[in-house]
């Protein structure tokens, strides 16, 4: 079983910065996939970023620019750097593990966060 732990988040202005983290522990392969997803009620989970331990990254085109993904192996922890926030980055920010074992893939989803970004 794997736990994802994530922390920061919060409200901040328009055009301010907030940083994310999500922590991973247990049963974690050395190949996988950390990323964020962001989520408003309502509408369906969307990708915003994603990063694997070869060091592939993928943004969501309306982030590019703007939003950062890392991650340190070692810490098996992903970061997400949001600058120049907008008012549509508001939703709840989840942190999601993919890892494969033969032909299956395991899915694991943080708590949640929330991002508020006021006008």
């Known amino acids: 079983q794997v736990q994802l732990v994530e922390s920061g988040g919060g409200l901040v202005q328009a055009g301010g910065s907030l940083s994310l983290s999500c922590a991973a522990s247990?049963?974690?392969?050395?190949?996988?996939?950390m990323g964020w997803y962001r989520q408003v009620p309502g509408n369906q989970r969307e990708l915003v970023a994603t990063f694997t331990t070869g060091g592939t990254t993928n943004y969501a085109d309306s982030v590019k620019g703007r939003f950062t993904i890392s991650r340190d192996n070692a810490k098996n922890t992903v970061y997400l750097q949001m600058n120049n926030l907008r008012p549509e980055d508001t939703a709840v920010y989840y942190c999601r593990l993919d890892q494969r074992r033969l032909t299956r893939v395991y899915n694991y989803w943080g708590q949640g966060t929330q991002v508020t970004v006021s006008s």
């Open positions: 247990g049963s974690i392969f050395s190949s996988n996939t």
